[in-house]
């Protein structure tokens, strides 16, 4: 995709963005890793999926700059998959599975131009890549939760991106579709992607991903998982209750002495 591989793929810095005068993000800096999972963690209300909005230009940020690869995302944007909550998508508009997988291959069709047998065809091939072939011809608002993210997640694979951010794949969705999601992350960080995906469990962190940001509006903590998943950080972000919850996962101890 001509992106230099010692170039990060998302450098953020001094990002603040604000709703209604309260901000959402506050003076953020963040370096992803080249060909990282990384998990963004943080309670509700943390500016999570509102970091992923201000990189793709869906929010107006205050303050901060955001490069893609080095760039401004308007001229990276080919290079950028994106995965949206299925709370934002129009499940009642008209148009098919297939249909849905094809807009990721607009830049290869080109804008305005008809979707052709060959492209019907690759769209397909991306369908089958998360097992949804068969209902390729299904409108999307008669799919499950889980099928309906499938289908978004083969948009995203036809793009063939460098970068791929995904806001709460995992929310929802039945067993398969957690499967599919996790094979189809690992395939492309394997490859060199990067991915950068909202997660809300605790639980399944450290198993899915090899990255974290921790935020709640300010970032906490960002590194490997064994870096960032310690008592010291998640309290910061969650609170000291979290310190009695029962999770699956082995809290590390601070890195430091207090």
Known sequence: MGCNNKISPLTIQGLTVAYNNKPAIWELDYEAPVGGLVAVLGPNGAGKSTMIKSILGLVPKLNGEIRVFGQRYNKRRGNIAYVPQR?????????????????????????????REIHRETALHYLSRVKMRELADRQIGQLSGGQQQ?????????????????????SGVDATTEQTIIDVMREVTANGATVICVHHDLHTVSNYFNYALILNIRAIASGTIDEVLTKQNLEAAYGEGLANAKTTFEMKPPTNDE
């Open 150 to 170: 499938r289908v978004f997640l083969a948009r995203a694979l036809a793009q063939e991106a460098n970068l791929y951010l995904m806001d709460e794949p995992f």
């Open 87 to 115: 709370s934002s998508v129009d499940w009642d508009f008209p148009i098919s599975a297939g249909e849905v997988v094809a807009m990721g291959l607009y830049r290869k069709i080109g804008w305005a131009r008809r979707v």
